[in-house]
């Protein structure tokens, strides 16, 4: 191996240590092919470290002060907001967004760390005075032990972030698996939350692929897991995790409908679904990625693919870039066979962004934006998820038929109407079976006040990231009765009834 290509460490008991493994894969810049670092396939023994740091660490750190835990998040926060245009520049090298959108997915996972600071209040229990004569019952929400979480390549920043510092803060210790094809950015987020002040154990990263996956899913010690990625894998961790007892909670693959009725702000709208479809190429789990035009909305077609074709295509470092490469030649590939299914099945190509022409960059993984209308279920294109800048059109001529289009697709990550209709709306946020719902509002991600709320295909698990399901998720309650003696209650006698006396 070139002794000047960047080794990714692991992250055991407070140390970054080099894998023993022999098996490495390569960190791909996806504007240039140029390879950035490699990233090692890290052996069971290296896994058993790392949980073995994490239960020893659990032993002092499930009992750390809140106000000990909630002021190194303060402290976290600060360092990433130092430190943003760094993790950005390193975001954006590894997995090829803008700039300016890099900075979003690290601040979208900042805002969790800013919860996570307030983790005093969250961490509540409750207590109900006098359940029976002289006795009161309190719910206190402990810490589960160590827990796992496994990342997708899409939000390096973002999805870590919706991860450990809630895991952390709630009492437990981690041990992070990122996506092995942009790690960077999220060990430099490790190396920040180190220099925040975890202690050693607390936090620990292995890297690896399927193998260490399954690995995670097995460990006995590991008590919960997080997932974020596609459906196929997460359905595979959920039942693998789950059959090993562990608690379980995974995000997985979606099909954001947008359904625009014809008394929606046209401009707005339009912009809107251009930005939502395409900003990030499309690969994004809450991206617009199909579009319900209902009525005379279908007149605006042409108007949408207009403004599609003046974005610019280009390295996510170049300035006024809306959009950058997809991650890989794989994904590449991946994304043009599927639009070539589209041709194939009858839907109507509208705008063909394959092959553009892209200065500078010509080993790019580059697909300018792509629409399809005419779009049926049925069609590859619309009955998988693309993850790609491909947005598929479906005509419908009342919301009714609009909102049983969405209804029936197996996904229920997120959906959006578009509407100046009060009633419209509030009919579309009853009768959508979409757990995230925008009105107006494209990409409707929660704020952490709020938790990820996917439903339906889209997720397995009760609990989803941050706010407050996610603290549920990592804590185990555990409901105390309590009754203190006085002398007055001594002659109460027995009581063989399961009433409380
Ligand atoms: P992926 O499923 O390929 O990878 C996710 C993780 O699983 C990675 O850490 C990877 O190493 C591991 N993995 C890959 N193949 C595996 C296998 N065969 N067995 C065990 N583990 C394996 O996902 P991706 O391509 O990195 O990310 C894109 C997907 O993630 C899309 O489907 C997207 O919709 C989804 N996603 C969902 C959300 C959400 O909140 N619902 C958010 C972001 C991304």
């Not at 894969?25 to 390879?35: E, G, L, S």
């Not at 998988?384 to 919301?399: H, T």
């Not at 494209?442 to 989803?464: H, N, Q, Y």
Request: charged content about 20%.
């Amino acid at each position: 191996m070139a002794a000047d290509v960047v080794r990714i460490p692991l992250l055991i008991n407070g140390e970054f240590v080099q894998s023993q493994t022999q098996e490495w894969r390569d960190i791909v810049n996806p504007a240039t092919q140029q390879v950035l670092a490699k990233v090692p396939f890290a052996t069971p023994a290296e896994l058993d470290a790392a949980v073995t740091s994490a239960g020893e660490a659990f032993k002092t750190w499930r009992k750390t002060p809140v106000g000990v835990r909630a002021r190194l998040f303060l402290k976290y926060q600060q360092l990433i907001r130092e430190n943003m245009k760094e993790l950005a520049a390193l975001l954006t090298a590894e997995q090829g967004k803008t700039l300016p959108d890099a900075e979003g997915d690290v601040f979208r996972g900042l805002e969790v760390v800013e919860h996570a600071a307030n983790i005093g209040t969250l961490q509540l229990g409750e207590l109900a005075n006098n359940v029976a004569t002289g006795v009161d019952t309190y719910s206190i929400l402990q810490p589960l032990g160590v827990c796992a979480g496994i990342t997708p390549f899409n939000f390096p920043a973002m999805i870590p972030l919706w991860m450990f510092p809630m895991a952390i803060a709630t009492g437990n210790t981690f041990v992070l698996k990122p996506s092995e094809q942009d790690p960077m950015v999220t060990m430099r987020l490790v190396e920040l939350a180190l220099e925040a002040g975890i202690p050693r154990g607390v936090l620990n990263v292995v890297h690896g692929g399927p193998d260490m996956v399954n690995g995670i899913c097995d460990h006995p010690d590991i008590k919960a897991v997080s997932f974020v990625g596609s459906t196929r894998v997460g359905t595979h961790v959920y039942n693998r995790a789950s059959l090993a007892g562990k608690r379980v909670q995974c995000m997985m693959g979606a099909k954001n409908h947008a359904v625009v009725l014809a008394d929606a702000n046209k401009e707005q709208t339009l912009n809107n679904l251009v930005g939502a479809a395409f900003g990030a190429a499309g690969q994004r789990c809450m991206a617009a990625c199909a579009a319900v035009f209902v009525g005379a909305a279908q007149e605006w077609i042409p108007d949408l693919v207009a403004k599609a074709k003046t974005l610019k295509i280009s390295a996510g470092v170049e300035a006024g870039a809306d959009l950058g490469p997809v991650i890989s030649r794989g994904a590449k590939a991946r994304i043009e066979s599927l639009i070539e299914s589209g041709v194939r099945e009858g839907a109507r190509l509208e705008l063909d962004g394959r092959n553009p022409e892209v200065p500078g960059y010509e080993d790019g993984n580059f697909i300018a934006p792509t629409i399809f209308s005419a779009v049926k279920p049925g069609m590859q294109i619309y009955d998988q998820e693309i993850f790609g800048p491909v947005l598929v059109i479906l005509s419908a001529e009342s919301l009714d038929e609009a909102i049983a289009i969405v209804n029936a697709n197996p996904n229920g990550n997120g959906t959006a109407v578009f509407t100046q209709s009060g009633a419209a709306a509030r009919k579309f946020q009853e009768d959508i079976d979409v757990g995230q719902v925008g009105i107006n509002v494209p990409i409707p991600v929660p704020v952490p006040l709020f938790s990820f709320t996917g439903s339906r295909a889209s997720k397995l698990g009760d609990l989803g990231p941050y706010g407050k399901q996610v603290v549920l998720f990592y804590t185990q309650t555990k409901t105390v009765t309590a009754r203190w003696f006085d002398d007055d209650t001594l002659h109460a006698g027995v009581n063989t009834t399961i009433s409380l006396k």
